[in-house]
């Protein structure tokens, strides 16, 4: 019996709109740490990299870990604030799991964050799977796509993301590419990793399939 087929997305700036919710808490934080912090607009480019990459550029090496522990503990009482799915996506969802395809979610997040952020905005039963990036590389290496597949026993089709590390993790796992431009990067910018499509929203993937 072949494996079921699965398109895997990402989650901020794919499915779900959460860019306030996460500026907001990465701002918050050097208020709250007592540091002067950076304009939101550059903040804004580097959304999708681990938190201590984030970091990096604004804070000591001494002081990161306790700048990411910070931003943990408020971003899990405000994850929900502002955040939403994009338009349309709840109807793409439900299409696809009435043709049968797995609906996996593969994100930078902790599993339980993300969890915890696709329950907030009412996606738990449009997706099957949830796998963040616990313990092991982050995109654009492919392993959290690659975990969520094998989590779900199913074969990849494509990856949808919204940032060139979507990308660039995607076609190291084998499978096709759609980037999305309502979230970090412009079509420009995925252009250059080299996606199979590229679209303002994710409606244009039923076509694809």
């Not at 701002?27 to 681990?50: C, D, K, S, Y």
């Not at 492919?142 to 995607?170: H, N």
Request: charged letters at 25%; proline letters at 6%.
């Amino acid at each position: 019996m072949r494996p079921r087929l699965a398109i895997v997305f990402d989650l901020d700036g794919t499915l779900v709109d959460s860019l306030d919710d996460i500026l907001d808490t990465f701002l918050a934080t050097f208020a709250e740490l007592g540091e002067a912090g950076p304009e939101r607009a550059t903040v804004r480019a580097l959304i999708g990299r681990p938190l201590a990459e984030m970091y990096a550029d604004f804070v000591r090496p001494d002081r990161l870990e306790a700048f990411v522990a910070a931003y943990r503990e408020r971003y899990r009482r405000h994850l929900g604030d502002k955040s939403r799915p994009y338009p349309g996506v709840v109807d793409v969802l439900s299409e696809l799991g009435e043709r049968g395809y797995a609906r996996l979610v593969a994100t930078t997040k902790g599993s339980a964050t993300a969890r915890d952020l696709v329950a907030a905005v009412g996606l738990t039963d449009h997706v099957d799977h949830v796998q963040g990036t616990d313990g092991f590389p982050h995109k654009p290496a492919p392993d959290v796509i690659l975990r969520a597949l094998d989590a779900a026993g199913a074969q990849g089709a494509w990856m949808v993301g919204d940032t060139t590390s979507d990308i660039v993790a995607g076609r190291a796992a084998g499978l096709r590419t759609f980037g999305v431009t309502w979230g970090t990067h412009d079509a420009a910018t995925l252009a250059s990793a080299g996606p199979d499509a590229v679209a303002p929203t994710i409606g244009p993937l039923l076509g694809l399939l």
